[in-house]
């Protein structure tokens, strides 16, 4: 479980400061925050296999499965917030 939610919330962060941070003057601060998050939540799965809290596989099937859902729900939620703001634009 906690893997899963590493890796959904590394994803999630990823997209919301791809879509919300507007920074001029360095190309570097975005991608070195998501490369951050995704070590953070890495070093997450690595702890509960070095803790024996779980398996190998099992912490890559949770954060496999944590990023297709944030992939997922965050592919949505762009999706329905662009028809709305094409559906305002045409009215």
Do not use: F, I
Not at 28 to 40: D, M, N, Q, R
């Amino acid at each position: 479980m906690p893997t899963a939610l590493g890796g959904y919330a590394t994803v999630y962060l990823a997209w919301y400061l791809q879509v919300t941070l507007r920074v001029s003057g360095t190309r570097l601060l975005k991608p070195l925050l998501v490369l951050g998050a995704a070590g953070a939540a890495l070093m997450n799965a690595m702890m509960q296999v070095a803790n024996y809290r779980c398996h190998l596989t099992d912490a890559a099937v949770g954060l496999a499965l944590g990023a297709a859902v944030a992939t997922y729900l965050v592919s949505e939620t762009m999706g329905s917030v662009a028809k709305r703001q094409s559906v305002r634009l045409t009215t």
